[in-house]
């Protein structure tokens, strides 16, 4: 029985009979896991400069859209007081002549 067993072991522990093909084959595949790794780090590190990119770009058109609003309101409020000041001055203009 102990030799029955030993010959199954042998059988299943076998030295791979081209160790130089084996060897080629397993460096030829972690040279092309780590060329696809790199390819990989290197599509994100594009997305990712690509997103902080468009944030800034985000980011800038925001602080053009305040200024431009609050350009539009300080020249609509002036607009307002200049045609406010002419109808008071329209009126005082009436009321010194006695039309009151």
Same mark, same amino acid.
């Given at each position: 029985?102990d030799i029955?067993?030993?010959?199954?072991? &042998?059988?299943?522990?076998?030295?791979?009979?081209?160790?130089? &093909?084996? +060897?080629?084959?397993?460096?030829?595949?972690?040279l092309l896991?780590?060329?696809?790794?790199?390819? +990989?780090?290197?599509?994100?590190?594009?997305?990712?400069? &690509? /997103?902080?990119? /468009?944030?800034l770009a /985000?980011?800038?058109? &925001?602080? +053009?859209?305040?200024?431009?609003?609050?350009?539009?309101?300080?020249?609509?409020?002036?607009?307002?007081?200049?045609? +406010?000041?002419?109808?008071?001055?329209?009126?005082?203009?009436?009321?010194?002549?006695?039309?009151?």
């Amino acid at each position: 029985m102990d030799i029955e067993i030993k010959a199954r072991r &042998r059988a299943w522990v076998k030295p791979a009979a081209d160790t130089a &093909r084996v +060897l080629t084959h397993l460096l030829t595949e972690e040279l092309l896991a780590a060329l696809y790794q790199a390819v +990989l780090e290197s599509v994100t590190s594009e997305q990712l400069a &690509r /997103m902080y990119t /468009m944030r800034l770009a /985000m980011d800038n058109c &925001r602080r +053009l859209v305040d200024r431009l609003t609050s350009e539009y309101n300080a020249a609509r409020r002036s607009a307002i007081a200049g045609a +406010l000041m002419e109808i008071v001055a329209g009126y005082d203009a009436a009321g010194q002549g006695g039309v009151r």
